[in-house]
């Protein structure tokens, strides 16, 4: 099979390039196992089975990246993917989320990706069929006429007024007439149930069940022509998309080719200085730990095996590292990758090479009022480093010390946009004047950066 089906790690890498700054052997590791995927999806034979995806562990402080990286993966595989805080989870038979939740969310973003790409194929053929209902409902026979079959003059009449109404329609010339039409009313009680576990274990959807029970009542409703077109739309598509089908190739999906993002998972290791039980530090890791081998999940759409699903588990370890986590759970991510803290250079490109850099963000926000904001080539480089010294002066929060730098900088421009000015630049002169007393002051900028 050719490569046009999957993109090559080199590929991945550049894709990254565009969103991620920096963190090349992260890029590396990610794009190597996303490639590893599809090598395995075409090994023939009974080896297939055998070849287990090598989950990563990503290590480094906040705001470098790590959750980015894999959200951008994702959005490139077109695979089916969730990002969980280890923080939420409590060991089973305490009240709080169970780790299994984490693959029955898998599965609804599965089912809704797939519903999702089935619409758009479905698209033109749900919008014939709309436009025919509501000729239907705009050309709707009088009542004396009704039961009475037309004989061939007024037959070809109706058909030149429907084709007349027709092109009318496609036009939007009949979109704020209005029409009648039988709606369902969808109003179910509501169930609310406590569990150990969480709803989500149930499995039950009552709303379901409740339309099974009882025929659902229809209210005739008064709308405008294009708002029953929405309505009309949506349950066209409804009719024309086997759900069957769209459950068999999601869980088919999620089996497969499913991403696992496990975020803080430093906060599940296990104080040795606290006395008493730990729901949510070790009994969380025995719990991860079986999904992570692999083993299977009930879900409201059946069983789910996690064989083949990719781990991806990221945290800071600040004051631990990951040799503290259970050994069984460490040899299950045998791939670890440090990521490095961000220097002055790296927010200098942060703020202007990715595609949705803070500094373009800005610049279309102010283009709303009319101000055309740019920034000096060394206002940018004494904004990296006012940011790069608060990090290192107090926590080290990474690339989201921009965000603040940032708003602090522009915070009077953003307050009362200038009206006689609309262009805008913002100099080096400007940024030391507004961050340098702050960043001096280690008390205020505590508060303010």
Known sequence: MKNHNS?????IVEHLDHHIIGQDQAKKSVAIALRNRWRRQNVEGDLRSEILPNNII???PTGVGKTEIARRLSEMARAPFVKVEASKFTEVGYVGRDVESMVRDLVDI?????????????????????????????????????????????QASLTRTREKFKKMLLDGKLDERDVELDAPQRQFPTVEIFSPQG?????????????????????????????????LMSEELDKL?????????AMERVQETGIVFIDEIDKVVSDDGKAGPDVSREGVQRDILPIVEGCGVTTKYGLIRTDHILFIAAGAFHGTKPADLIPELQGRFPIRVELDSLTADDFERILTEPKAALVKQYRAMLKTEGVE???????IRRIAEYAERANTEMENIGA???????????????????TSKKKLTITAKMVDSTLESIVENEDLSRYIL
């Open 7 to 11: 993109p090559t790690p080199k590929e």
């Open 58 to 60: 990503m290590i480094g």
């Open 110 to 154: 599965g089912v809704n990706m797939v519903k999702v790409e089935k619409s758009t194929r479905l698209t033109k053929k749900a919008k014939e069929s709309t436009t025919e209902r509501l000729l239907d409902l705009l050309l709707m026979p009088k009542r004396s006429s009704v039961g009475k079959p037309p004989d061939e003059s007024e």
């Open 199 to 231: 709803m989500e274990e149930l499995g039950v959807n009552f709303q379901e069940m409740f339309s099974g029970l009882m025929p659902p009542k229809k209210k005739r409703r008064k709308m405008s022509v294009k708002e029953a077109r929405r309505f």
């Open 241 to 249: 998309i086997n759900m069957d089908d769209v459950i068999t190739e």
């Open 373 to 379: 904001l740019s920034f000096a080539k060394a206002a």
């Open 400 to 418: 989201r010390r921009l965000h603040t730098v940032l708003t602090t900088l522009l915070e009077e421009i953003l307050y009362e946009p200038p």
